[in-house]
Each structure stands twice: as C-alpha cells, then as structure tokens.
C-alpha cells in the first residue's frame, strides 16, 4: 500500500465522508443530489458574497465622503442644510415641518435673553457700568425701587422726563409674569428632543421670570445626542393647532387650557412678545449691553406674527436659520437629485466643533475625499464659551493648523469656508473695529473686503506652512 493511501484511508475526514460499502444504488442516487442541492446552496452564497463585494466597490465609487470641521456655531449644520437643499431638495422638504419646535425653541431662547437684559437686579444699575451711568449700586437700586425713587432704566437719559422706576418696573415686571409660561412649553418641547429612556438628552438653562435673575449668567444651549431621532419624536407635534390671538388671555389660562400643547402656550404669548422685543426701551439696553441678538443664530424676534400664525410651517430660510447644537457626530446620508454628480451617494460627518467633543473626529479620517472647513470670521470680536481667553479667530486658526498637519489627511484636499461674511459686514457697518480685537490687522480699512483679504491671507499661510503635502489643493471661499 502506497504512502499517500495509506494516508486517505486513516484520514478521518475521508472517513466520514465515505460511502457506506453496502450502499444500494438508490441510496447513492439520493446521496449524490443531496450533495449537488447542497453545493448549489453553497455557490449561491459565493455568488451572493462576490456580487455584494462588487456593488460596494461600485458604490464606493460613486460615494463620497466628507468631513465638516470647525469650532463650535461655525455654521457647519447650516451649511450641511444649505447642500441638502441644493442637491436634495426632496429629502429636505420632507424634514421641514420637524424643524417647527426647533424654532419655537429658539424664540423662546432669545426671549429669555432679553428679559435678562433688561432684569432690575443686574449690572444695569452697577457702580462699574461700562457707560459710566450715574445710577445707584447695586443694592441702593433694590432701596430705591422699593421707596419710589425716580431711577431710570436707561442709563445717559433724564430720569425726571421718564415714569418713575416704580411703574416702570412694574411694567416689565407685569410681562415676565405673562411670558412665564413659556418656561413650561420650553420644558415640554425639551421633553419631545429626548429619546426614549434618554431624560437627559437635552439642556437648557433654568427659566428665570423673576427680576432677580441676572443677565450675567451663563444661558445653557439645548443640544441633542447624535444618537437621538429627535425629528421623529417633534414630527409628530409639528402641526400642532395652537389659539392664533393671544391677546386678554391671562397666564392661569395659558397654562392650564393648553398644558400639553407648547406650541399654543408660545403662540398665546405672541403678543407680548411682540411689544418686548419692539420697545424702544429694550432695544436701547440691548444696544448698550453690546447684546446683538440679530448677529446669532436661531434669531426669529422680527418674524414672531410670522412664525406663531394659526398653520404656520417652516420655510426653506426658517429651517438654515434653525439652531440646534448636536452633540457626537451625525452622519448624513443622501443622493443627489439633480446636478452633474445626480445619483452619487454623499455621506456627510457633521462633528462637534467644542473643544471637548474634537477628540473625536480623527477615527473619521480615513478614507475621507474631502474636508469641509468652516471658520466664522465676523467672530474675531468673541471669545470660545468652554476659554474665554481665547479668541475665536485665534482658535480657529490654530484648529485649521492641526488639520492641515495632520499627515493622516496629506492627499486629502480641503474646502475652507470663511464664513459668516454678512454678520461681519453688519459688524463693520454699526462700527465694530477689527484692530481693537486684532492688534495685527493695524491701520487697514475697517471695510468688508479688505477685512476678509487680511483672514484669508492668513489661513492660506498657515496652510502653506503646516501642511506635509505641499501638492495639495486649498479652495478658499467668503460664504454667508
């Protein structure tokens, strides 16, 4: 007996597999097609598996991924919105209507910014007022409202030509107390952002109707976990009938007649929103706070008749105007509908811009096509939130170092966004001086494009001089 059969024959696979010896011819016939089913079962699942492997390949081709990067409420949400609508309307539209909570929201942020401002028991009536105001102290101004003491509300102004403070503070005292239950709408759309089992998906600072609530402190943004569907969870409440005339209803009746229906708490307290934000005294403290609410996102004081009519539905410019900060990354997902690359599949990482969150976006560099970078240069007069020594100018700068550095994103070529150019323009034009924030900029034109020439030449140097590849293409663009 040879070696090799003598290997077959102790072999135990080949045991297992041998025919038995007293095996019938009908036997063998019935083993044989059992055989041949199972390896057509077999060589279907090798076609499945290499037709599988070719579409991805396919697809891979026809994919292009991309990175938005930049500092936190650099405009990358907005611009991901702007190039949904462009090169997929349809899907766009389809998600309109969940973006009617998120405005709501956003009202409702920026009302309570200016109550805020414009609290009794704040910085209006400091000894250290920037304006050099000749009003009282802090706590001398408690003592004067309580004995009727003419003190006026707005600095520089005759106090004498004005109602006293009393009846004034009795009447923005009157309208916190009418726009308090925007504090329970706010709770209830909060409630529709979270997950299911996710209570604390969501955060907004406590609201504070009470004049002691000081402007000084620090708002807390509503944001979201990537990992919440929170467009489903507000589609439902997108069409929600709320009272389209709010005027005699009385708080008790806010609250209780519509205790679940936020959207018709904030429309019944649509009037006295409108005369808020419409007084002369109010924007004249705002002006002299230097708080600019017109310059931030999710700003809709100018369309509050607008937004709280009876079947009121998000518009195209309402939606990009939304502010929603999102905290982890999303991934979007989309086809073109139309332009010359219709039918190619784009997916989009939108990462968070905080300085805590940017430690997750280097598992997202591999195979990345391109990079999206966006810099808001109409904040060179701010500082980041999480550093206040910090300005924002300076910040994203050094970010867009550390990318173009990066030797993971050599071949990758990048997109640089300067962005916000129309809130800089609106910044230059009420007298904003780019050299008092930035010492370098020196004695050029405080005009809009010599403005965006200076940070623009910037960020091409830092490119220039930190990236590894040199071959590498940078395509600059002013955006809005």
Same mark, same amino acid.
């Given at each position: ?8 024959? =102790? ?11 007293? =095996? ?17 079962? $077999? ?7 290499? @037709? ?80 050099? $105001? ?17 003190? $006026?509300?707005?600095?520089? %102004? ?24 925007? @504090?329970?709408? %706010? ?5 529709? &952002?979270?997950?299911?089992?996710? %209570? ?39 069409? @929600? ?11 008790? =009746?806010? #609250?209780?007649? %519509? ?82 690359? #219709? ?50 100018? =300076? ?22 966004? &300067? ?41 091409? @140097? ?19």
């Amino acid at each position: 007996m040879s070696p090799s059969n003598s290997f077959n024959d =102790e072999d135990p696979l080949a045991l297992a597999i041998r025919p038995p010896a007293d =095996e019938t011819p009908q036997q063998r016939d019935a083993r044989l097609a059992e055989e041949a089913a199972a390896k057509k079962i $077999s060589d279907d699942i090798d076609e499945q598996i290499r @037709a599988e492997s070719k579409r991805r390949k396919a697809r891979a081709k026809r994919e292009i991924k991309v990175l938005l990067l930049g500092q936190s409420e650099s405009g990358k949400s907005t611009c991901l919105k702007q190039f949904q609508l462009l090169y997929a309307p349809a899907s766009f539209a389809a998600e309109r209507d969940s973006w009617k909570a998120i405005v709501y929201l956003n009202l409702v942020k920026s009302i309570r910014k200016v109550l805020d401002a414009i609290s009794v028991d704040d910085d209006t009536f400091s000894d250290d007022d920037p304006t050099g $105001s000749p009003t009282a102290s802090r706590g001398n101004s408690k003592d004067a409202l309580r004995s009727g003491t003419p003190i $006026s509300f707005f600095p520089n %102004e005759d106090p004498n030509s004005r109602q006293s403070t009393d009846d004034t503070y009795a009447q923005f005292a009157a309208i916190k107390l009418r726009l308090s239950p925007l @504090a329970l709408a %706010e709770e209830l759309f909060i409630r529709r &952002l979270a997950g299911p089992g996710e %209570e604390e998906a969501t955060q907004f600072g406590s609201w504070a109707p009470h004049p002691a609530a000081s402007s000084t402190s620090r708002i807390k943004e509503v944001f979201v976990r990537s990992s919440t569907n929170w467009k489903r969870g507000l589609f439902s409440g997108a069409g @929600a009938k709320g009272k389209e005339n709010g005027s005699g209803v009385e708080v008790g =009746e806010r #609250k209780s007649a %519509e205790k679940d229906d936020p959207f018709a708490i904030v429309n019944a307290c649509r009037d006295d929103m409108v005369a808020l934000w419409k007084d002369q005294s109010v924007q004249s403290i705002l002006r002299r706070k230097g708080i600019r609410l017109e310059e931030m996102p999710g700003f809709y004081l100018n369309d509050i008749p607008r937004i709280t009519a009876k079947h009121y539905s998000p518009s195209n410019q309402d939606v990009l105007n939304a502010r929603l900060k999102t905290i982890g990354v999303v991934e979007h997902l989309f086809q073109l509908e139309n332009g010359g690359e #219709k039918g190619v599949d784009w997916r989009i990482f939108d990462v968070g811009g905080h300085r805590d969150q940017r430690q997750t976006w280097a598992p997202f560099f591999d195979d990345v096509n391109a990079i999206i970078f966006l810099a808001p240069i109409s904040a060179f007069d701010q500082v980041l939130v999480e550093d206040k020594k910090v300005n924002r100018i =300076e910040d994203s700068l050094l970010l867009f170092r550390s990318i173009c550095a990066n030797k993971l994103l050599a071949k990758v070529n990048i997109v640089l966004f &300067l962005n916000k150019i129309d809130i800089l323009e609106k910044k230059l034009k009420a007298g904003v001086k780019v050299s008092r924030y930035v010492r370098s900029y020196g004695e050029r034109p405080n005009e809009v494009q010599p403005v965006a020439n200076y940070f623009l030449t910037k960020f091409i @140097a830092v490119h220039k001089e930190s990236t590894p590849n040199p071959l590498r293409e940078l395509y600059p663009h002013l955006t809005k």
